[in-house]
């Protein structure tokens, strides 16, 4: 079956643009999240849906992050006015959640440069 | 915050070698998942493993969760097994979130 997909895989950003990152899981799971890697480290969680309510988004690194799940399926990762510290892959994950099964699984990620 | 450790940070096999991985947290957890990120970046889930042990062909997983540790086993080693593990917990808190190792970088030589 199709596993969680993210798109673009590739974007490259001058400081100071906006862009939108996508996430699309693995149908019929209910949680999903958001994490950030840096270079050489393990990745890090920004936020947390279940559904379309965002119950988590302490890791968000400032309010130029912004989440949405609006149907509960498809999600948007946005970030405003981008630093060179954004630069990162930004890693979406998705679990079923229920019934036992809670593992995460991951997307290929989408790497962010910002020059 | 809990912390994970992962250890060895870097290792260096010939192919066909066995390995441990190890992975040491500070607090108890809810659940504890082992994933390979390949050369490309993807996480690949290898273990769901909470507690208990569980083996998937060349790669066994042990997880002693009174004694906040888990192990991954690999055998007879492969150049694809190259990359790095990752353990990642769900603190005993339920947030929900991965807190994720420091990660093994394993290098296995043809």
């Known amino acids: 079956g199709a596993g969680v997909s993210q798109s673009p895989r590739y974007k490259v950003a001058k400081r100071g643009q906006d862009v939108a990152l996508r996430c699309d899981p693995i149908?019929?799971?209910?949680?999903l999240f958001w994490y950030q890697q840096a270079l050489g480290q393990g990745p890090e969680f920004l936020t947390y849906f279940q559904n379309e309510a965002q119950l988590d988004k302490s890791g968000l690194p400032s309010d130029r992050f912004f989440a949405e799940r609006p149907e509960g399926s498809v999600s948007t990762l946005k970030i405003q006015r981008t630093q060179q510290e954004d630069s990162a892959v930004y890693l979406c994950?998705?679990?079923?959640?229920?019934?036992?099964?809670?593992?995460?699984?991951f997307g290929p990620g989408t790497r962010l440069t910002v020059t | 915050g809990i912390q994970v450790e992962q250890s060895p940070p870097d290792l260096i096999l010939q192919e066909g070698a066995n390995s441990t991985l190890r992975c040491n947290f500070s607090?108890?957890?809810?659940?504890l998942q082992w994933f390979h990120q390949n050369p490309w970046g993807q996480l690949i889930n290898l273990f769901y493993?909470?507690?208990g042990t569980k083996q998937n062909g060349r790669l066994s997983a042990t997880t002693v969760a009174t004694e906040r540790y888990s192990l991954l086993y690999i055998s007879s080693s492969q150049t694809t097994d190259s990359g790095v593990y990752f353990c990642?917990?769900?603190?005993?808190?339920?947030?929900?979130?991965?807190?994720f190792g420091t990660g093994t970088r394993l290098k296995v030589l043809a």
């Open positions: 607090d108890s957890v809810n659940n």
């Open positions: 493993i909470p507690s």
């Open positions: 149908s019929g799971h209910v949680s």
């Open positions: 990642a917990v769900e603190p005993d808190s339920g947030t929900y979130k991965y807190i």
């Open positions: 994950a998705s679990s079923l959640a229920q019934r036992g099964r809670y593992e995460q699984y």
